[in-house]
């Protein structure tokens, strides 16, 4: 059996911290309280008062709102290494989101005193908030594009291939976790068209359809669909 990843493994691997050195990632250890969350659960609420920083250190997670007639748009689907929260200090907002586990997940907690103190002994960690803040509104943008120029079948193609972040064991690119649901609350869309749509994928070869698991077995393919 294989040792369990420390925590120290972890915080290694988050962009922000890149350009601390090793005794200066033991005080950030030190510093950073974690705890784990089950697939399912919502640990942040849109009502929550506090300002506080997540960093997320395995796992996935979405960020969704709902309007007042009770449906669901996600906004955001987050992976391993992404930093995230309600703290106006370092330009993060929920914008009146909730945030829940999408798969097993680590996740580190600060509150805006942890964080002003990182700041305050390694600057450099800022400047890595602000590149990771450009990088997300980079991704806002470009969905915004896909939603203004692209029909449904496009955007579901270029979401499939945004969202396989590992390969299956015939190599092909992967998404696991996400259901039809899913899918559709990041799209704005309903389920039955999601459903609708997959099936002609599967059907031309494109993908290959699990539980909570799709293949790309042609990833070119739904490429040159956008392309076109």
């Not at 396989?164 to 992967?174: K, L």
Request: net charge negative; proline share 4%.
């Amino acid at each position: 059996m294989s040792a369990p990843t420390s925590k120290l493994t972890y915080l290694q691997t988050v962009d922000i911290f890149q350009d601390l050195s090793p005794v200066q990632m033991k005080d950030v250890e030190a510093a950073v309280p974690m705890f784990t969350c089950e697939p399912g659960r919502i640990f942040y609420r849109a009502e929550e008062p506090a300002e506080v920083l997540f960093i997320l250190k395995k796992g996935e997670i979405v960020l969704s709102r709902i309007n007042e007639d009770g449906k669901r748009l996600i906004t955001s689907t987050l992976k391993a290494g992404t930093v995230f929260g309600e703290m106006p200090l370092v330009g993060q907002h929920m914008h009146s989101s909730q945030a829940e586990a999408l798969t097993d997940c680590l996740i580190c907690s600060m509150s805006r005193r942890d964080v002003l103190e990182l700041i305050g002994r390694y600057p450099v960690i800022a400047l890595r908030i602000t590149e990771v803040l450009s990088e997300r509104l980079r991704n806002a943008e470009e969905r915004l594009e896909e939603m203004a120029f692209q029909g449904l079948r496009e955007r579901l193609a270029s979401l499939l291939l945004r969202l396989a972040s590992e390969t299956d064991w015939r190599g092909n690119p992967v998404i696991r976790g996400l259901t039809h649901q899913h899918l559709a609350e990041i799209l704005g869309t309903y389920r039955e068209t999601i459903s609708t749509t997959l099936a002609e994928f599967r059907a031309s070869g494109l993908i290959e359809v699990g539980r909570k698991r799709i293949s790309l077995v042609d990833p070119a393919g739904l490429r040159e669909m956008i392309d076109r």
